[in-house]
């Protein structure tokens, strides 16, 4: 199996450990500016060259697992705080209806295609896993784990040679996904370290090779009760949530309901998609609408709360990425604006223009008072 679109880049199939060539040194000629002798350079180099064009031809159009939320081929991440169902949500969810076959979420528009997948518990507990998925009809025998000779063995993501296992069990196995659950338990780094891209890396390699639908589950700050959630509530380094092409949240954002809200923190491919709800009830999961957060003030005073809670006093954020993450929290431009008119966000101290784009702050006591 071709592994990289780089022909000067080789790797062994060795299941022992995919050891990566040296890349040859790049020519020290520098290419003319014609566009017919760029081209016949290319052709008559000792080199061999890909295009884009040839990306294009080998993966083709984004192709879903569920259309606008998990794609395939590439890292989708799911962040909650601790105990708040992520697990369940991914159990019940997305593996039950590819092994058992079914709808995605209910929903007749997102039909699963019956097969194996992939589950990997790196929490130490494999048999809390298995009695949730019985008691969710997970047929079992469809769901494969990491272990070879102990289905107990646990898999690292810092590991090259579970690496290596996880890649050549997917082109053993063809599963459509593979869950990891959960990001904390799969490697020795520190999460709050940049250094943590390195794993993260190698799961979007081996999502982009194979072209399976890779999900990582992974915990939130605590949240407080009946805030919203966003992406960036994402425990540990941004590069968790850097690396993945749809970020999929889940909250509580009315504590006297039972339901839980799915929404989306990002997607890298088409709009964000439309919140929806669930609840657990016994043996399922009960879908439905989004449960909308708990109105004990104006919309202008949640959106100040959700402001509030987002900004760092002091720190400078582009003020369109506020305004877009404010649109998923189903605040009105006018909401926010009198949110920010309200904490005192504006021009000159707390606006500012740098780079032809507005960044907001919220006021700090210390510098601002």
């Not at 022992?16 to 017919?36: D, E, F, V, W, Y």
């Not at 589950?119 to 494999?126: I, L, N, P, Q, V």
């Not at 006297?256 to 964000?272: H, T, Y």
Request: aromatic fraction near 6%; glycine fraction near 6%; include cysteine.
């Amino acid at each position: 199996m071709v592994r990289t679109i780089h022909d000067y880049t080789k790797h062994s199939t060795n299941a022992q450990g995919r050891k990566h060539a040296k890349k040859l040194s790049p020519s020290k000629s520098k290419p003319t500016k014609s566009i017919n002798q760029e081209t016949t350079l290319l052709t008559k180099a000792k080199m061999t060259f890909r295009t884009m064009a040839d990306v294009s031809a080998r993966v083709g159009a984004t192709k879903w697992l569920v259309d606008g939320w998990v794609p395939f081929g590439y890292l989708t991440v799911i962040i909650a705080d601790n105990g708040i169902g992520k697990s369940f949500f991914a159990m019940a969810g997305l593996a039950e209806p590819i092994v058992n076959g079914g709808t995605f979420f209910d929903n007749p528009k997102w039909k699963a295609k019956k097969g194996p997948i992939i589950w990997f518990d790196t929490e130490g507990s494999a048999g809390l896993t298995a009695e949730r998925m019985k008691r969710f009809g997970v047929d079992q025998s469809r769901v494969i784990v990491f272990g070879e000779t102990d289905e107990l063995d646990s898999m690292r993501i810092d590991d090259p040679k579970d690496l290596d296992r996880l890649e050549d069990m997917i082109d053993e196995c063809k599963p459509q996904l593979v869950v990891i659950d959960s990001l904390s338990g799969s490697h020795q780094a520190d999460e709050n370290d940049a250094r943590i891209k390195k794993p993260l890396k190698s799961l979007v390699d081996i999502a982009e090779r194979t072209g399976v639908a890779m999900v990582l589950i992974h915990h939130t700050k605590k949240l407080d009760v009946d805030r919203a959630i966003t992406k960036h509530d994402a425990r540990g380094s941004s590069a968790i949530t850097q690396f993945a092409r749809s970020v999929i949240m889940i909250d509580k954002p009315n504590a006297a309901l039972p339901e839980l809200r799915v929404l989306q923190g990002k997607n890298s491919f088409l709009e964000i998609s439309e919140p929806f709800g669930f609840a657990i009830s016994g043996t399922k999961l009960i879908w439905g609408e989004a449960p909308q957060p708990a109105r004990s003030g104006s919309m202008t005073q949640l959106a100040m709360d959700w402001l509030s809670s987002r900004l760092t006093p002091g720190e400078w954020v582009p003020s369109k990425q506020i305004e877009k993450e404010a649109k998923e929290q189903g605040y009105s431009e006018k909401q926010l604006h009198s949110a920010k008119v309200n904490l005192k966000i504006k021009k000159p101290d707390n606006v500012v223009r740098r780079n032809n784009a507005f960044q907001i702050r919220l006021p700090c006591p210390a510098l601002d008072s």
